[in-house]
């Protein structure tokens, strides 16, 4: 099978997330762990969509004086900030509000993070595993775009089906 990211077309953009979700569970077929799986979703994407210059993920861990944050995980793209509090940033506000966050103008988001200055949108979907109602939430994804505006409604639904297709995939740290 060949995941090359030519072949999406997003000019049709329902079309070509559809075509995304298909290879990306062929792609995490028969595999569960979570660094893997992540590697290849977020190379898969960052590959196949148009426009990016980071994707990755961000997952929660307690740091040494007991506090929950979010570390960063495998991803594409600059080396990025290490470690995000909770309700800090696009990646923490997601995190705390296990919603997804699309930002069209990074520079007008209050507490934006910013770790690669060619950045200028971007869209954060929290990773949640459907019918685990005490660890439903295990980290975000997050990819940004050096073009103002990049991610619309219907980049939003195409990810969010990617993101829950990525959580159902891995055995996630505690
Ligand atoms: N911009 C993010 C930080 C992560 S980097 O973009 C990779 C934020 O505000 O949370």
């Known amino acids: 099978m060949s995941f090359a990211g030519s072949h999406y077309d997003f000019s049709d953009k329902a079309r070509a997330y559809g075509e995304l979700a ?3 569970g062929a792609l995490l077929a028969g595999e569960r762990h979570w660094i893997a799986n992540t590697a ?7 590959d196949a969509l148009p426009d990016l210059n980071w994707a990755g993920v961000y997952v929660p861990t307690t740091n040494a004086s007991g506090v ?8 594409q793209g600059k080396p990025a900030c290490v470690r995000i509090a909770m309700g800090s940033g696009v990646c923490g506000t997601a995190a705390a ?8 103008d990074v520079t007008a988001f209050d507490g934006h993070i910013a770790c690669d200055s060619a950045s200028r949108s971007e869209i954060v979907i929290p990773l949640l595993r459907a019918g685990h109602a005490d660890a439903a939430f295990v980290g975000v994804m997050d990819l940004d775009s050096p073009r103002l505006a ?5 980049d939003r639904a195409g990810l969010e089906r990617m993101a829950a ?4 995939a891995c055995d996630w740290p505690a």
């Open 68 to 75: 929950r944050e979010l570390v960063v995980g495998p991803f």
């Open 165 to 168: 297709i990525l959580a159902a």
């Open 97 to 104: 509000r296990r919603e997804t966050i699309v930002v069209p």
């Open 40 to 46: 290849n979703a977020t190379a898969l994407i960052f």
């Open 22 to 24: 298909r290879d990306l």
């Open 150 to 154: 990049r991610f619309d409604d219907a």
